[in-house]
Nanobody, 116 residues
Framework: QVQLVESGGGLVQAGGSLRLSCAAS????????MGWYRQAPGKQRELVAV???????NYADSVKGRFTISRDNAKNTVYLQMNSLQPEDTAVYYC??????????WGQGTQVTVSS
């Protein structure tokens, strides 16, 4: 059974930082593309950052230079370091795993709220 468990969300003031973690089980983590998505109230879910099995990364333009995605294959964990947070970053953040055969899995989400 695949499980993705996010943690690290919370309430932070504008300009602050948070680090999200996503612990994965039930998948061959090191071969998966891992990503972070977010969904704000009334908006569609959008890609924030993605990291390949080889460590290549891509970011949404809105978070480039502020957010960093990383992975620790020994711990089956992917991270999202978020700096210089702004109120528009407020959303539920979801961890995503894409397997080599094209299956997608999602975590339950963690709330990030940035106050102005």
């Amino acid at each position: 059974q695949v499980q993705l468990v996010e943690s690290g969300g919370g309430l932070v003031q504008a300009g602050g930082s948070l680090r999200l973690s996503c612990a994965a089980s039930g998948i061959i983590f090191r071969t998966n593309v891992m990503g972070w998505y977010r969904q704000a109230p009334g908006k569609q879910r959008e890609l924030v950052a993605v990291i390949s099995s080889g460590g290549s990364t891509n970011y949404a333009d809105s978070v480039k230079g502020r957010f960093t995605i990383s992975r620790d294959n020994a711990k089956n964990t992917v991270y999202l370091q978020m700096n210089s947070l702004q109120p528009e970053d407020t959303a539920v953040y979801y961890c995503n795993a894409r397997t080599t055969i094209g299956n997608y899995y999602w975590g339950q989400g963690t709330q990030v709220t940035v106050s102005s």
